[in-house]
């Protein structure tokens, strides 16, 4: 079965520095997609980045980056320079490849990221 | 630039009450999903659906139906509401496959009282 596994319920860090959250996931599919989004306080859903399973390169959004380790199976979002608007909940998911539900999300449980002044 | 939008943003219901959530999207996607997110369980797929007049049962259905009538709108219907269907949902769109994001709605918090 698929699945997202993040294993950092909460995370602390300061203000200016680098930050790496986990995400690993389990599926059977040699065609999926990794998602990472962010949940503000305010509760919308915010996509960030895209990794697809056949990309060679690790995605790139501003300060965002994934790093994809294909073999290991994980694909943890580093967030760059951190800032205190990235306080937030962020969900790594991926898209299941078979048939009619391609495209729909599988959602880890999220890690709650706390930015310190 | 509206995206994807539902209504009601909150509702309180007694159990046993019956109510329709509506969600719009304005970007012509195939696909659309109801997502219900709980505390500590990340989203989890209700029902979803490829295309106007399909649909499908994700990860949690029991308890809810949906239509989808119209290309841009998709209704999550709860006949007979339970207390654990307290959650907040939340509706998604996308083009559909493995490598396009889904666009999400703002999201309704139901309690059911």
């Known amino acids: 079965a698929q699945k997202i596994t993040q294993t950092q319920p909460g995370m602390f860090v300061q203000e200016k520095e680098a930050v790496t959250l986990d995400c690993t996931y389990d599926?059977?599919?040699?065609?999926?997609?990794l998602f990472w989004y962010k949940q503000p306080s305010s509760g919308e859903m915010i996509f960030l980045i895209y990794q697809g399973s056949y990309d060679e390169q690790n995605a790139t959004e501003g300060r965002y980056s994934l790093n994809f380790q294909k073999a290991r199976k994980s694909a943890n979002l580093v967030i760059s320079a951190s800032q205190l608007g990235d306080s937030a909940m962020y969900f790594c998911?991926?898209?299941?490849?078979?048939?009619?539900?391609?495209?729909?999300?599988?959602f880890g449980k999220g890690t709650k990221l706390s930015v310190k002044p | 630039n509206a995206g994807v939008t539902q209504t009601p943003k909150f509702r309180v219901l007694k159990t046993g009450q019956s109510m329709t959530l509506l969600c719009a999207q304005d970007m012509n996607h195939e696909y659309m999903y109801w997502y219900r997110q709980d505390p500590g369980m990340g989203l989890r797929l209700i029902h979803y659906s490829v295309g106007e007049g399909t649909t499908a049962k994700g990860e949690v259905p029991d308890g809810y139906n949906v239509s989808r009538l119209k290309k841009q709108n998709f209704l999550l219907g709860l006949e007979s509401a339970a207390p654990s269907q307290t959650s907040v949902y939340f509706c998604?769109?996308?083009?559909?496959?493995?490598?396009?994001?889904?666009?999400f709605g703002q999201g309704t918090r139901l309690t059911v009282v």
């Open positions: 599926t059977s599919d040699q065609s999926y997609g």
């Open positions: 998911a991926m898209s299941q490849g078979r048939g009619g539900s391609q495209g729909n999300l599988i």
């Open positions: 998604a769109s996308s083009r559909g496959g493995t490598n396009t994001e889904a666009f």
